[in-house]
Every structure is written in C-alpha cells, then in structure tokens.
C-alpha cells in the first residue's frame, strides 16, 4: 500500500464546473500537506500548503484537511482549460522533511 | 522573484558515463531537496541538505552523491550511468522558517537521457 494515495483519473469535468481532487495518507504523524500542479514535462507548481483541520482558500482553490480521516482534498472552482494538468498530493510525514507524492491525478477541462 | 536554477536543463549521456547535475536554490533557502521522476511516475525523493550537511537520504543509488556547498548551491553527481536512470531529475529549495514547517520550491529540472 502506498503512503499517499491518489486516483490517477482522468478526472473530466466541464469548463466552469468544480472539480474536486482527493488524496489519502497512511502516517498518521504526517503534519504538513501540499497540492502541486504539474505540466507534462514540467516541474511541479505548489498551489496550496494546509497544516490544520479545516478548509483554506485561496482564489479559486480551496484545500480541506480532515487528520482524523487521514484524508486532504483540493477543489478547484471555475474550472479552466488552463487548469488541465496533473495535481499532485504530497505530504510530509513523521520523520524528516521530505515530500512524499501520491501518484497524481489528472485533471482535463473541456471546453 | 528568483526561483530555483538547475543546469544543464537536458543532457544526454551513454552507458558508464557520469553525469553532474547542478541546483542554485532560492536567495536564503537553506535547505535543498533532489528527487527522481520517472516517465509516468511521481518524484520520489532521493537526498537533501540543510546548512550544507546531509539531512535526509531516500532511495538514491549507491553510484550517486551529493553534496551542498558554501554558497547553498547543490551538485549531484551520478557515476557508471545505466539505461534505468533515463529521467527527470528536480532540485527543491526550502527555508526553515519560524515555523518549523517547509514549503519545497521545484526548479525547472534537468531531464538525463542515457542511451
């Protein structure tokens, strides 16, 4: 079983709609979680970092995070053709400070 | 603002060969972070520094070091180079904040093909 799990998709939704990414995680230690966006061929792009229980905004983005779950999730509203790409789920677990990635989930947003 | 540099952005090499990948972190991050992201895969993280010492190691071969310098700027070196390490290879800078807690910032990567 991997540490962070992901749906790898593709997950299609159309072009204004919400579109909504979720992630799993086994350590229950883990204390901090990031969405990345990436571009094939790209380097990953954060979009949001969340510590605590509970929704954060940010424009169109908002990440949820529920530790009791072990489940973070990210909801892209207004989706965008420019939207369409792969969003990674990467946590920091108990030990150390790097990233462990769920295998990503792709979005695609059709006009 | 400035961003993470790496170099060379792409390189080819053959079998056997070594190769030297280079990162130039964030203006006052202190830490930097490498991982490996093969076709179709996610990273999967390999070495990092903090303050020019190793701080934590992952699935990086035997055949590969790393090491930070004075100036925070990061090399990995990879020796007898096989097909399998074909790849994208990401630097990630970090700061250690007041609050303990480190938001990674990629470079652009330097894609290794070995032929």
């Known amino acids: 079983q991997k540490e962070v799990e992901q749906n790898s998709g593709p997950l299609s939704v159309p072009e204004g709609a919400i579109a909504s990414l979720n992630c799993t995680y086994s350590d229950r230690g883990s204390q901090s979680f990031f969405w990345y966006r990436q571009y094939s061929g790209k380097s990953p792009e954060l979009i949001m970092s969340i510590y605590s229980n509970g929704d954060k905004e940010d424009g169109r983005f908002t990440a949820q995070l529920n530790k009791a779950s072990q489940y973070v999730s990210l909801l892209i509203r207004d989706s965008q053709p420019s939207d369409s790409a792969t969003y990674l789920c990467a946590v920091i677990e108990n030990a150390g400070n790097m990233l462990t990635f769920g295998g990503g989930t792709r979005l695609m947003v059709k006009p | 603002a400035a961003g993470v540099i790496q170099s060379p952005r792409h390189l080819i090499k053959e079998k056997r060969e070594t190769a030297t990948l280079k990162c130039y972190p964030i203006?006052?991050?202190?830490?930097v972070y490498w991982y490996q992201q093969g076709p179709g895969q996610d990273p999967q993280f390999l070495i990092s520094?903090?303050?020019?010492?190793?701080?934590d190691k992952g699935s990086i071969p035997d055949r590969f070091s790393a090491q930070q310098f004075s100036d925070y700027h990061s090399e990995l070196n990879m020796s007898s180079l096989e097909l399998g390490d074909s790849a994208l290879y990401f630097c990630?800078?970090?700061?250690?904040?007041?609050?303990?807690?480190?938001?990674?910032?990629f470079g652009p990567g330097t894609r290794l093909t070995v032929l």
């Open positions: 203006p006052r991050h202190d830490t």
């Open positions: 990630a800078s970090s700061s250690k904040d007041g609050g303990g807690t480190d938001t990674q910032y």
């Open positions: 520094f903090y303050e020019k010492m190793q701080s």
